[in-house]
């Protein structure tokens, strides 16, 4: 990484410090979605689980309940305090991606899901997903699509993130990207945690007919269609 990335990432870190996580707290329980991919990863004990960018450990708690020894690293402090507190036994540190303070081939399983598309070099943090984990890890990437129907007809304009860094590519580009770093795309998956009423449910009562309406519709999109898409994959 280089000095000139670092006035960026100083903005971006007190974005998430004083806005992003400023009324978060710290999780107590799994979400379904969470539980559901955790399976399908087939996650077990002994396992070590490293989540880049971890927010406020949510994932990670999920993996922990079948077993996994978890450790995480985020730019913010205080989703890192979040994680300790939810997971005192794990390994947490603040940070950013692109130099992870973790040991060459410790991790069977790396994930960075959500987060790649606001990382300052994401070429580098590739690079030092790949130098953490094992020789046989897995790589699970969840990143945003270009591609997004609603994105196209201009009816969605991205988070409320985009204002501090958010790179939004067709899914071919990220495939090359991961390509590039040295990845093999496994397979790849549409991210469908919206078919739950947990997320239909949230905000107000009026949008709840929209929001299950556009959770249907990604049920029955094609994949490049989706919004968010999982890549799984390895070295």
Known sequence: ?????????SSIKQF???EYY?????????SAHHRRLAARLGITAGMRVLDVACGRGDWLLAARARG???????LSERAIAHCHEAMPEGEF???????????????DLVTCLGSLEHFVDKPAALREMLRVAKPDAR?????????FLTRRLGLYGGT?????????????????LF????????????????LSFEWIRKGSPLMWPVRALQALALAVWPLNWQYQVFFLCRR
């Open 1 to 9: 990484m280089d000095n000139d990335s670092k006035p960026q990432l």
């Open 139 to 147: 790589f699970l990437l969840l990143v945003p699509n270009a591609g």
């Open 68 to 74: 996994a020894a978890v450790a995480g690293i985020d």
């Open 179 to 194: 390509a590039t770093a040295g990845l093999h795309i496994e397979s790849r998956w549409a991210d469908l945690h919206v």
């Open 93 to 107: 540190t603040p940070g950013p991606a692109e130099t992870l303070p973790f040991p060459d081939a410790g991790f």
């Open 22 to 30: 400023r009324n978060s707290r710290t999780p107590t329980a799994t």
């Open 16 to 18: 998430y410090d004083t």
């Open 160 to 176: 409320n993130q985009k204002g501090v860094k958010e790179d939004v590519y067709p899914l071919q580009t990220w495939a090359t």
